[in-house]
């Protein structure tokens, strides 16, 4: 698992996230325009509800983080590491 580490990366995955919930959406509701059923939409989105969920779980382990430790967060110099 990739690790936030900085302010920066967390706020540019929440914003990640929410494109990618976004597109998925999208692409059901193209999908069903379509004419595929759910049983052919669902195996033609997991490779992105497995991105999204990795996602999900980097900001959860961020947040717990920052949350239960109080530390202070690492300067974005990080960021070019």
Known sequence: MTY??????????LKLLELCKKSINQDKINMRE???SDEQIEPAIQPSL?????LE?????????????DLCLVPDILDNV
């Open 50 to 54: 497995c991105f999204t969920a990795k």
């Open 4 to 13: 936030l580490r900085t302010e920066n990366e967390y706020q540019m995955t």
């Open 34 to 36: 379509l004419g595929l």
């Open 57 to 69: 779980e980097e900001i959860e382990e961020y947040e717990k983080a920052h949350k239960e430790t």
